[in-house]
């Protein structure tokens, strides 16, 4: 399959600090790719740099062949808070990216009505971010990066400040979006049973320096439901990420406490 | 009072009980000084009841007078208000964007701000004569500073994540302006527009009671040489009241233009 995203000898310091050294890494066409480690592995910061919202202080990140310098309306970031304007309505809110772009039609208002269908906010188009829940908000900002058609969708942490419960169903609600359209996703998360549950493949990093450890291939059949949590299979693939890091998380919950 | 049958939605429980609480306040008041004013005072040279207030204001209005001197204190008030305003967000602006520009300006504005400038009347009488332009003048001393302090604090205070979002769909430095620095510093700007009005108000008086053909303060000053109490204090209610209706108008206009920050 053609590769989407190709990352060649990525590495990012600050100062004395190497957040990341040597990352090296395919993403192909309609791949979603999780990113597991634990905090400190430049995780958010790798996801960055491919956004554009970082430079890279080595190596070089292509997206479709082209390297990329900057951001650009053919990546859409999805955030972990969900940054929503809040002087604009769902809708306005869903749109700015068409905006920023400079084309704001009859199709592309049509294209993110339909969007907010899709992520389950048909009738809230014209609520104010204040009147929504905190998950109603994340889909907001799923469909904001949507509405661009990006090549590549970029996924930050969006569920972690979700309670359990509604994580679960967002969890079913992106499988379900992800299966319409088959985007290319990196998607990056602190939960392992998250990134096995969503992702084609994990790619599991290490911490000082961050590096890639492993790239695990997870073959669990699609469309996935929750009941798949419960397979011994899944259990698997998440003891064996979790072994991978286990030492790694200790070392970081030590010094977090110092 | 006519707004109170109509409040603003999602206020229904709250606004109708304040103002009920606030007129009866206000009007024990009155009471209490129309019964001062008759039983303990009884000498309209020190205190003028409010009834004989009101039945100066009527006749103020009705011969004409009260119109004149509200129309020219009304015109200082816009003009100054107005040119404040404006030249206050650009201030702030210009403070925002450029380091430079705040450290050259900064020590001026906080400077002026503290100073009260009212006191400077007389010398802009002395320049611009004793029209409408001296007042214009200090008004536009009153306002400018609010606004251009309170107009930087808000650009500058622009959520770096809001900024952020913007930056990742690949926005120009304007569209982050347009679209997130300045919408976000609206609530700052109407806040420091809000403090200019009761600042703006006592410099149009003070600035008249230094010297000026009409204006309230104008009002106010003859009613005092003349011991002609009922006029003078007819000249105060119609600014507070004009204070109250200004505030009360931006106080409607902010729900109206940014109601996300009620919550």
């Given at each position: ?8 000898h990525?590495?990012?310091s600050?100062g004395?600090?190497?957040?990341l050294?040597d990352i090296?890494?395919?993403v ?10 634990p905090?400190g ?5 790798f ?16 997206l479709?062949?082209?390297a990329?310098?900057?951001p ?20 306005a809110n869903?749109?700015?990216?068409r ?17 907010l269908k899709?992520?389950?906010?048909e ?6 971010p204040?009147q929504l829940s905190g ?5 907001v900002?799923l469909?904001r990066a949507?509405a ?6 970029l996924?930050d ?13 967002m ?10 359209g088959?985007?290319?996703?990196l998607f990056?998360?602190?939960q392992?049973?998250?990134a096995?549950f969503?992702?084609d493949r ?6 000082r320096?961050?590096?890639?450890r492993?790239s695990?291939a ?7 439901t ?8 899944f259990v698997?693939?998440v003891?064996h ?5 286990e ?12 | 009072m ?5 409040p ?7 606004l109708?009980r304040?103002h009920?609480?606030?007129a ?16 303990v005072?009884?000498?309209?040279l020190f205190?003028a ?19 004149r001197h509200?129309s020219?204190?009304?015109?200082e008030f ?8 404006l030249l206050?967000v ?18 001026w ?11 400077l009347?007389?010398?802009?009488i002395l320049?611009?004569?004793?029209g409408?332009?001296?007042k214009?003048l ?5 306002v400018?500073?609010p ?5 930087e ?13 913007l930056?990742s ?8 302006f ?8 609206v609530?700052?700007i109407?806040?420091?527009?809000k ?15 230094f010297?000026?053909r009409?204006?309230?303060?104008r009002?106010i000053a003859?009613s005092?040489d ?7 204090f007819a ?5 507070a009241?004009?204070g ?10 902010e729900?109206?233009l940014v ?5």
């Amino acid at each position: 399959m053609a590769p989407k995203l190709q990352i060649a000898h990525l590495g990012k310091s600050f100062g004395e600090l190497r957040a990341l050294q040597d990352i090296n890494l395919v993403v192909e066409r309609g791949k979603f790719f999780a990113v597991v480690g634990p905090s400190g592995c430049g995780k958010t910061t790798f996801l960055r740099i491919v956004a554009g919202l970082e430079p890279a202080s080595s190596g070089e990140v292509r997206l479709d062949g082209r390297a990329i310098s900057g951001p650009g309306g053919d990546r859409g970031f999805v955030f972990q808070t969900d940054n929503l304007l809040p002087w604009r309505t769902v809708f306005a809110n869903a749109i700015i990216g068409r905006e920023v772009a400079g084309r704001v039609g009859p199709v592309e208002r049509q294209r993110t009505l339909e969007l907010l269908k899709l992520v389950g906010l048909e009738g809230f188009e014209n609520y104010h971010p204040r009147q929504l829940s905190g998950g109603m908000r994340q889909r907001v900002n799923l469909a904001r990066a949507l509405a661009i058609d990006p090549q590549i969708l970029l996924m930050d942490e969006p569920f972690s400040s979700l309670d359990a419960q509604t994580r679960e169903i967002m969890q079913t609600e992106l499988m379900r979006i992800w299966e319409t359209g088959r985007k290319t996703v990196l998607f990056v998360t602190h939960q392992i049973d998250e990134a096995v549950f969503l992702a084609d493949r994990v790619l599991v990093f290490a911490r000082r320096p961050g590096r890639l450890r492993e790239s695990v291939a997870v073959e669990l059949p699609r469309p996935r439901t929750l009941a798949v949590k419960r397979t011994a299979e899944f259990v698997r693939y998440v003891d064996h990420i979790w072994r991978l890091i286990e030492d790694d998380v200790r070392a970081s919950v030590i010094e977090e406490k110092v | 009072m006519q707004r109170a049958a109509e409040p603003a939605p999602g206020r229904r429980i709250g606004l109708p009980r304040v103002h009920v609480a606030g007129a009866i306040s206000v009007l024990c008041g009155l009471l209490l000084w129309e019964l001062a004013s008759r039983l303990v005072v009884a000498n309209a040279l020190f205190l003028a009841a409010p009834s004989q207030i009101f039945a100066a204001i009527a006749g103020l209005a009705d011969s004409g007078e009260l119109w004149r001197h509200m129309s020219i204190s009304a015109v200082e008030f816009a003009l100054g208000y107005a040119i404040a305003s404006l030249l206050g967000v650009v201030i702030g602006y210009a403070m925002a964007e450029s380091a430079t520009m705040k450290r050259v300006l900064q020590p001026w504005i906080s400077g002026l701000y503290a100073t009260p400038t009212i006191a400077l009347a007389p010398l802009f009488i002395l320049w611009l004569g004793i029209g409408i332009w001296s007042k214009v003048l200090v008004v536009i001393f009153l306002v400018l500073f609010p606004v251009s302090i309170n107009t930087e604090a808000g650009l500058r205070t622009t959520s770096e994540r809001l900024i952020e979002m913007l930056r990742s769909f690949g926005a120009t430095s304007r569209q982050i302006f347009f679209k997130v620095s300045l919408p976000s510093a609206v609530p700052f700007i109407l806040a420091g527009l809000k403090l200019g009005i009761g600042r703006g108000l006592i410099g149009v008086v003070v600035a008249e009671l230094f010297g000026s053909r009409a204006g309230l303060g104008r009002l106010i000053a003859q009613s005092a040489d003349a011991f002609n109490m009922p006029d003078l204090f007819a000249g105060v209610i119609v600014l507070a009241a004009a204070g109250i209706a200004l505030t009360a108008g931006f106080s409607w206009l902010e729900n109206r233009l940014v109601p996300w920050t009620k919550d």
